[in-house]
């Protein structure tokens, strides 16, 4: 049965610095999404990876997938305020079932 | 990608009773789920809505205390019956197209 885990589950940091979220998997999944949910609204599609190596970027976050480690990285470059959510992973545990990791409530400080 | 309505968007319940989710896509779509939110947590799938059969549920969900209907390819309700302060959480429903979209969610809150 896939397992999901996120770390770190709460996140502060100032804005401008580098952080990266993992996300980990306990049984093949040969595919991984990322979400993110603003406070009060529903998920948010930002990547989705499909193939070990996969590296995907958008504005300030990057993502990339390692299914030989079962590891999946979300990286946020140069922080803004506007990035404040919760970010979740998912794996995909086949028949199209989505299986979500604990989340990363990241906050962003002036 | 879809996109997914759900009615209502939040609603305060008493205990004991029940309440149906309407979840609508605006397209047609292999799958659809239904997911519980509860208040800061991830998300728990809580079953596969079966167009014209019933739905498939996971472990610590029964069809008697949430009883789903998919009656063809762009809608689905999930019922929340005999309702418990427990139950409060937030309810999604997700369509599956080339990837999976979620609605804006129904948040409910029990008495």
């Known amino acids: 049965e896939l397992k999901v885990e996120q770390n770190p589950l709460f996140l502060s940091m100032q804005e401008g610095k580098n952080y990266t979220i993992y996300c980990n998997y306990s049984?093949?999944?040969?595919?991984l999404y990322w979400y993110r949910q603003d406070p009060g609204k529903s998920l948010e599609s930002l990547f989705v990876?499909?193939?070990?190596?996969a590296v995907k970027q958008e504005g300030r976050l990057m993502a990339s997938l390692d299914t030989k480690a079962r590891l999946s990285t979300l990286h946020i470059t140069a922080a803004v305020h506007d990035l404040s959510a919760t970010y979740f992973c998912?794996?995909?545990?086949?028949?199209?079932?989505?299986?979500f990791g604990t989340g990363t409530r990241l906050k962003v400080l002036a | 990608s879809a996109v997914i309505s759900q009615k209502p968007s939040r609603d305060i319940c008493q205990r004991g009773t029940s309440l149906t989710i309407q979840c609508q896509v605006d397209?047609?779509?292999?799958?659809m789920f239904w997911y519980r939110q509860q208040p800061g947590q991830s998300l728990t799938l809580i079953a596969t809505?079966?167009?014209?059969?019933?739905?498939?549920?996971e472990s610590g969900f029964v069809i008697d205390k949430f009883p789903i209907s998919r009656p063809n390819l762009t809608f689905s309700t999930l019922t929340v019956s005999n309702m418990s302060p427990e139950d409060s959480s937030i309810y999604l429903c997700?369509?599956?197209?080339?990837?999976?979209?979620f609605g804006p969610g129904t948040r409910l809150t029990v008495l």
């Open positions: 997700s369509a599956y197209g080339n990837e999976q979209f």
């Open positions: 998912a794996g995909y545990s086949g028949t199209y079932k989505y299986i």
């Open positions: 809505a079966n167009q014209g059969s019933e739905a498939t549920y």
């Open positions: 049984t093949t999944s040969d595919r």
């Open positions: 397209s047609q779509v292999t799958m």
């Open positions: 990876l499909l193939s070990n190596g």
